[in-house]
């Protein structure tokens, strides 16, 4: 058994660790079963300093890796991807009636118009550092294109590998390989030589550091270490077949087996075996019911949901065990001693102490983004609680992947894929302690030729590739430390936000964004200035935390910056903007938080060179660092907009207080019931009648019709409390201008319609609300499909999508919605096919700017 805390006398473990600690260099970890792979994933997460995520191909590998699937976190479909450009979606014909046809596969246009990220998944995929992509093995090439085209596409790094995310590759391609069903392997085979991960475009273009961890900790026979190395490269010798199958018994009997365990290779077979050998035993079955907390789903439960067992039963450890004793590992066979209520008590062999074996608590997590601290963090979503055993006389040699046995019993001789002779034989410590049930035969012990190809072009990095990637990386880190690139694009979408709601926000707004805008670009003009200056000093052959001239030019720059940084938090923290709409207040605050966040902890970091650079500092500070408190809130109920000079001041405020009562109420942005301004002419002009109130901005026929007489009446009571007299024939209600207000009521009202669709509202409720069709819903929605804001999938299956396109593809974009509807089958209405075609024009505008 290999322990959890890294072998420092491993040199090529800690050559790893060197490239994933202090080089931003992509890693292929590899190594025979048992050196200690899994050791190096929990030694990385337990120590680096970079912002990282761990994924894996399968649910329960990525529990047991401490992550989440490579699916989840990337939103990927399952559909093949294909890594060229092409008309978007793809079915071979009649697909869409016959289920076992040709699946739909993947181009990048239709990959990217699939994911919709919120803010928090931009924000994970920006701040990424280091993604772990355990059991790389199992990762099909297509795959590993799909998470390249993500990160390139979501972080605007379309040039740089995983779009500038270190990657670090763990797994054995001599164990299972990937899952490439025929007809799948069909498509792909025209875009990749093998289903691998070294088949991917992505590392044929840029391949990694290959590290291979040769120590052995499982076996320590040498004769079963050379057979395993044999096998592994296709050149098993006569004397080691003849070796191996000296223990060949095919009538050896599992009872007398004295703690031997059986690999096999079907999941139906292992568990006949489990349930017969349990039935001869004479004692009560006890049933062990596992605790879920959601979210915990049903195909990663890595233990029994309902455990049964007996006293006398033989069981297996499915974890290694988490107390200082470490009495038990992944693996560890023994027989159950006694049972009482919930407590458990396990004999092995050859010791004398019985284990009391407790529950585990496997948990289901995924990623978040702390905003304040600027860090990527697991949250616990889901659990998974159960006694950490499983019958143990038999077990399929897929589920044997990770475990170690002292005695095994190995029916392979039914191996249907390459690499399961050798998972089941690399899964004992000895060959003394191996018996053969089936002979094993040439044919289940050849490993993919493709994969021998591949290790044979690799060779490990020396000790001036480590300082040169040394070197690469925090020259990297430095010039990122004093560029505000990022800073501009968020302060940029900030403006472009107030630009195209500008009668949505307070007086000045803009101008008060383009000032901080301009101090982030006059910053950013003296950074790439000093960017110039950097360049000639990184010359140099040493590294930067070795290069005095670089160190003192370091160090003099950081007061400058850092005082320019605080002039411009200051500007941040100062700035007054409003608006009504909750949901555009909602994307100014977290904007505005984003940007002050980013240039605070940019200053907090430059501020730790004043001594100069050291990277390990950087790093450390980086994962210490916590915002200071910053509170923005743009909404107008909150914080209200900026009207100068409010006449009736009394009468604004018992309007407004109406106002946002029934917003309250009905749960609805204040626009939607009335706008400050809207107040403010109220407060202004004094409407007495419904005809009046008609002429206030804002104000049309439906709301006068909901709310009118209720702003009414404090109106009137105000006016006769105080003797006032209407002054509604001050509205200026040229036809020029109410044409204007036609416009702009007609360009708002496809805005108000998603809005409230992002708010979770029902097409069916939006309607009701806002006193229109449905289908004229449909149509404002369909708008927002065809510019890329809404995924399709919001509206139409892929069945649906994929019949409707079939129809239409070849069409005349003239072809008419009534021709194409008589082609459609009954449950097809109008609206989908609207949703269809205003997402055929967004592919081909994509595609069209792709081309361009």
């Known amino acids: 058994m290999i322990s959890d805390i890294a072998d420092i006398t491993n040199t090529a473990f800690e050559l790893a660790a060197d490239f994933i600690q202090y080089t931003q260099s992509n890693v292929f970890l590899t190594g025979k079963a048992g050196t200690g792979k899994t050791t190096f994933l929990k030694y990385i997460k337990a120590n680096s300093l970079k912002q990282l995520a761990v994924v894996a191909p399968t649910g329960v590998a990525a529990i047991n890796a401490g992550g989440v699937t490579i699916h989840s976190f990337f939103q990927l479909p399952f559909s093949p991807f294909i890594p060229e450009t092409n008309s978007g979606i793809y079915f071979q014909e009649n697909s869409v009636t016959n289920k076992n046809a040709t699946p739909a596969?993947?181009?990048?246009?239709?990959?990217?118009?699939?994911?919709?990220?919120?803010?928090?998944?931009?924000?994970?995929?920006?701040?990424?550092?280091?993604?772990?992509?355990?059991?790389?093995?199992?990762?099909?090439?297509?795959?590993?294109?799909?998470?390249?085209?993500?990160?390139?596409?979501?972080?605007?790094?379309?040039?740089?590998?995983?779009?500038?995310?270190?990657?670090?590759?763990?797994?054995?391609?001599?164990?299972?390989?990937?899952?490439?069903?025929?007809?799948?392997?069909?498509?792909?085979?025209?875009?990749?030589?093998?289903?691998?991960?070294?088949?991917?475009?992505?590392?044929?273009?840029?391949?990694?550091?290959?590290?291979?961890?040769?120590?052995?900790?499982?076996?320590?026979?040498?004769?079963?270490?050379?057979?395993?190395?044999?096998?592994?490269?296709?050149?098993?010798?006569?004397?080691?077949?003849?070796?191996?199958?000296?223990?060949?018994?095919?009538?050896?009997?599992?009872?007398?087996?004295?703690g031997y365990i059986m690999l096999t290779t079907h999941n139906e077979k292992a568990d006949a075996i489990n349930s017969r050998q349990l039935q001869k035993i004479n004692s009560p079955i006890h049933v062990f019911e596992a605790l879920i907390e959601p979210d915990f789903p049903e195909k990663n439960y890595p233990a029994e949901l309902a455990l049964q067992l007996k006293e006398g039963a033989q069981v297996m450890f499915i974890k290694n065990d988490g107390d200082k004793a470490k009495r038990y590992f992944n693996g560890k066979i023994g027989i159950i001693e006694q049972i009482e209520d919930d407590k458990i008590l396990v004999r092995c062999q050859n010791e004398p102490e019985l284990i009391e074996v407790k529950k585990h608590r496997w948990e289901h997590i995924r990623y978040v983004h702390n905003s304040e601290k600027q860090q990527i963090e697991e949250e616990v979503v889901g659990a998974f609680t159960q006694y950490p055993l499983r019958l143990a006389w038999a077990i399929t040699i897929h589920k044997s992947q990770g475990l170690t046995f002292e005695k095994a019993i190995i029916d392979a001789g039914s191996a249907f894929a390459p690499g399961q002779v050798y998972v089941a034989l690399s899964r004992c410590t000895s060959l003394s302690g191996i018996i053969l049930h089936t002979p094993i035969n040439n044919q289940s012990l050849q490993t993919d030729v493709r994969i021998i190809q591949c290790i044979e072009q690799f060779s490990q990095p020396n000790a001036q590739q480590l300082f040169e990637a040394k070197k690469l990386f925090q020259q990297k880190t430095i010039l990122h430390l004093f560029n505000l690139n990022t800073s501009i694009t968020t302060i940029k979408s900030l403006q472009l936000l107030?630009?195209?709601?500008?009668?949505?926000?307070?007086?000045?707004?803009?101008?008060?964004?383009?000032?901080?805008?301009?101090?982030?670009?006059?910053?950013?003009?003296?950074?790439?200035?000093?960017?110039?200056?950097?360049?000639?000093?990184?010359?140099?052959?040493?590294?930067?935390?070795?290069?005095?001239?670089?160190?003192?030019?370091?160090?003099?720059?950081?007061?400058?910056?850092?005082?320019?940084?605080?002039?411009?938090?200051?500007?941040?923290?100062?700035?007054?903007?409003?608006?009504?709409?909750?949901?555009?207040?909602?994307?100014?605050?977290?904007?505005?938080?984003?940007?002050?966040?980013?240039?605070?902890?940019?200053?907090?970091?430059?501020?730790?060179?004043?001594?100069?650079?050291?990277?390990?500092?950087?790093?450390?500070?980086?994962?210490?660092?916590?915002?200071?408190?910053?509170?923005?809130?743009?909404?107008?109920?909150?914080?209200?907009?900026?009207?100068?000079?409010?006449?009736?001041?009394?009468?604004?405020?018992?309007?407004?207080?109406?106002?946002?009562?029934?917003?309250?109420?009905?749960?609805?942005?204040?626009?939607?019931?009335?706008?400050?301004?809207?107040?403010?002419?109220?407060?202004?002009?004094?409407?007495?009648?419904?005809?009046?109130?008609?002429?206030?901005?804002?104000?049309?026929?439906?709301?006068?019709?909901?709310?009118?007489?209720?702003?009414?009446?404090?109106?009137?009571?105000?006016?006769?409390?105080?003797?006032?007299?209407?002054?509604?024939?001050q509205v200026n209600t040229s036809p020029k201008k109410q044409a204007k207000g036609q416009t702009k009521k007609e360009s708002n009202t496809k805005l108000i319609s998603l809005q409230l669709f992002q708010q979770g509202l029902s097409i069916a409720t939006i309607a009701k609300e806002r006193n229109l069709t449905e289908a004229t819903i449909f149509k404002h929605l369909a708008h927002y499909v065809e510019e890329g804001l809404l995924p399709i999938s919001n509206f139409l299956s892929e069945e649906k999508l994929s019949t409707i396109l079939l129809s239409i593809q070849n069409q005349s974009e003239n072809l008419s919605i009534s021709t194409i509807k008589q082609k459609m089958p009954d449950n097809y209405?109008?609206?989908?096919?609207?949703?269809a075609m205003a997402h055929k024009r967004f592919m081909e505008k994509e595609k069209a700017d792709t081309m361009s």
């Open 105 to 258: 596969i993947m181009d990048r246009h239709y990959l990217l118009g699939r994911i919709k990220l919120n803010n928090e998944r931009r924000k994970i995929f920006n701040d990424l550092e280091l993604l772990i992509i355990d059991e790389i093995s199992m990762v099909r090439a297509d795959v590993l294109d799909a998470i390249d085209l993500i990160l390139r596409h979501f972080r605007n790094r379309n040039k740089e590998p995983f779009g500038g995310v270190q990657v670090l590759f763990i797994g054995d391609l001599f164990q299972l390989p990937p899952v490439a069903k025929q007809e799948e392997w069909q498509i792909l085979s025209k875009y990749y030589d093998s289903p691998f991960f070294f088949s991917s475009k992505v590392v044929q273009n840029a391949p990694p550091v290959y590290i291979e961890l040769e120590k052995i900790y499982r076996q320590k026979d040498s004769d079963f270490i050379e057979i395993l190395n044999q096998i592994r490269n296709n050149h098993l010798t006569t004397y080691g077949h003849a070796l191996l199958h000296e223990h060949y018994q095919p009538n050896a009997n599992i009872n007398s087996s004295d």
């Open 498 to 729: 107030i630009e195209k709601n500008l009668k949505a926000f307070s007086e000045n707004a803009l101008l008060l964004v383009e000032d901080i805008q301009t101090k982030i670009e006059a910053l950013e003009s003296v950074a790439k200035k000093f960017e110039q200056q950097l360049f000639q000093l990184f010359l140099q052959p040493l590294l930067p935390e070795q290069n005095e001239n670089l160190q003192n030019r370091i160090q003099k720059a950081v007061p400058f910056f850092t005082n320019e940084m605080n002039s411009i938090l200051n500007s941040i923290k100062t700035i007054h903007i409003s608006t009504d709409s909750k949901l555009l207040a909602l994307e100014y605050n977290e904007t505005l938080k984003h940007l002050y966040f980013e240039i605070s902890q940019q200053q907090f970091l430059i501020q730790q060179c004043k001594h100069g650079f050291f990277l390990n500092e950087v790093l450390q500070h980086k994962k210490n660092y916590a915002a200071p408190y910053f509170s923005v809130n743009a909404y107008a109920t909150g914080n209200e907009q900026n009207i100068h000079n409010v006449p009736h001041a009394g009468l604004f405020k018992q309007l407004k207080a109406l106002r946002d009562s029934l917003c309250e109420q009905k749960k609805l942005p204040v626009y939607l019931v009335a706008s400050s301004n809207s107040l403010y002419e109220m407060t202004k002009f004094l409407p007495l009648t419904l005809q009046d109130l008609k002429k206030i901005n804002g104000f049309g026929h439906v709301k006068c019709e909901q709310y009118g007489l209720l702003f009414l009446d404090i109106i009137q009571r105000y006016c006769n409390e105080h003797n006032l007299e209407t002054q509604i024939n």
């Open 829 to 835: 209405s109008y609206a989908d096919i609207h949703m």
